[in-house]
Nanobody, 116 residues
């Protein structure tokens, strides 16, 4: 079972940048897509960005123009570059590997705090 571990979260001022990484213990090709989700305090978890096995990309409206998702198949990592951060981006960010069959795999999350 491939496991996912996020890193790169932290405290940043509004307007700043962070780069999140998701490291897989095995091949990310075992997933049909890799996704970043986030959950802010008191809110439901929401999708932020998706990159498919063939590198098709989709973003939530809130992420378009500011966030960039990428994958490194050789290193089995997925990254989320976040620029022009806003206080409303404060959340725990989760990496998810989506499977065609069976249960998806989630990481434990990394906290991003954006101060105003």
């Amino acid at each position: 079972q491939v496991q996912l571990v996020e890193s790169g979260g932290g405290l940043v001022q509004a307007g700043g940048s962070l780069r999140l990484s998701c490291a897989a213990s095995g091949s990310i090709f075992s997933f049909i897509a890799m996704e970043w989700h986030r959950q802010a305090p008191g809110k439901q978890r929401e999708m932020v960005a998706i990159i498919s096995r063939d590198s098709r990309i989709n973003y939530a409206d809130s992420a378009k123009g500011r966030f960039t998702i990428s994958r490194d198949n050789a290193k089995n990592t997925v990254s989320l570059q976040m620029n022009s951060l806003k206080p409303e981006d404060t959340a725990v960010y989760f990496c998810k590997g989506r499977r065609q069959f069976g249960d998806d795999t989630w990481g434990k999350g990394t906290l991003v705090t954006v101060s105003s």
